[in-house]
């Protein structure tokens, strides 16, 4: 585009070419993000997280392929279940809609929820955006330790940092939030309400790892699933005895008083031979988990919350029939925090 300048420049050319410079540096286009069918803009680069594909899945589900500081430069996936008139790309006038995150458990990943549930076609969440993110095969919702260096996996900064903000920013989610998850993701719901207050208005955890230090049995169950896919274990939370400043403030038992506030529903099977399990099955996690949530239930009462719903069934163990269950029976609870008719 220059090869028609002399190669002699007089002042009165080089004046003239420096206001071109500048005006072209000021009406230039500073690096909008591609804008495509079905996709809102996603903007330069940022530092933290950003949506690098956008894929989806099926009618009100789509799939965002996140890129992450908070995990090392990784690319994870995080499923969202849209309401009725979602539109991200309508920048006028997009709506901020209310927004239950979804957690999974360990050696689940974020299809979990739609692949094992009707989550997808309960008709009260057509009112509400629902956020199911990855949170790796046991990622146990934790800015990992790592002997104390820190660093990826953090899963705890992506989700309510980095993705938190991606989303509220490009994807029309709301600050109006609550959280559910079952099992590894009980303890997520519960941790995450917690160590982030005011961020969720309610908290559910179905079958939830609610007081890993309950005792030793409990301290050597989690660290088995911590050790699991050749993990060192003690990447996550340290030693449970040197590190156990670390492990209390990823025990919600110990964070009871955090939870005060806000309403909070608590389910658990005993492990025994359930209503919806096939005869003779047994579940020791459950029997575990079970007592890990009654002990929970009490230090909440003991703290003095008051908005505290339990549901201890009795009989059955530790699977998706159940937390399908719970999950519509939370639902009231949950949709009534964020303003939501059931």
Not at 31 to 38: E, R, S, T
Request: charged share 20%; hydrophobic share 40%; with cysteine.
């Amino acid at each position: 585009m220059f090869a028609n300048i002399p190669t002699v420049l007089t002042p009165l050319r080089v004046r003239l070419l420096l206001v071109l410079a500048v005006l072209l540096a000021v009406l230039a286009p500073t690096a909008p993000g591609a804008v495509a069918a079905g996709k809102p803009e996603t903007g330069t680069a940022r530092p933290g997280a950003e949506v690098v594909a956008v894929t989806r899945v099926a009618d009100r589900q789509v799939d965002l392929s996140v890129r992450s500081t908070a995990l090392g430069g990784r690319t994870v996936d995080v499923r969202l279940l849209t309401p009725d008139g979602w539109d991200p790309n309508d920048r006028r006038h997009r709506q901020h809609w209310p927004t239950l995150w979804l957690l999974h458990g360990c050696c689940g990943d974020y299809t979990s929820w739609t692949s094992m549930t009707d989550v997808a076609e309960t008709d009260s969440l057509r009112d509400v955006l629902v956020v199911m993110p990855e949170a790796g095969w046991n990622g146990w919702y934790s800015d990992w330790w790592n002997h104390g260096q820190g660093g990826d996996p953090a899963w705890e900064t992506f989700h309510t940092k980095e993705l938190r903000h991606l989303l509220e920013r490009d994807w029309g989610a709301g600050s109006n939030r609550v959280v559910a998850g079952l099992s590894m993701g009980g303890q997520g719901a519960l941790l995450y309400a917690a160590r982030h207050p005011g961020m969720f208005k309610a908290t559910a955890a179905f079958s939830g790892s609610a007081h890993p230090l309950l005792n030793e049995e409990s301290i050597d169950r989690i660290m088995g699933f911590f050790a699991g896919q050749d993990n060192d274990p003690l990447r996550v939370w340290g030693d449970p005895v040197a590190q156990r400043r670390i492990w209390q403030a990823h025990d919600p038992f110990h964070l009871a008083k955090r939870l005060r506030s806000i309403p909070v529903y608590l389910s658990c099977g005993d492990g025994t031979t359930g209503p919806l399990d096939p005869p003779g099955a047994t579940s020791a996690l459950e029997a575990d988990f079970n007592r890990q949530n009654h002990a929970l239930a009490a230090e909440l009462e003991r703290v003095g919350a008051r908005h505290v719903t339990t549901n201890f069934y009795g009989p059955g163990t530790h699977g998706w029939a159940y937390w399908e269950r719970e999950l519509h029976a939370s639902l009231p609870m949950l949709l009534g925090a964020l303003g939501v008719g059931d």
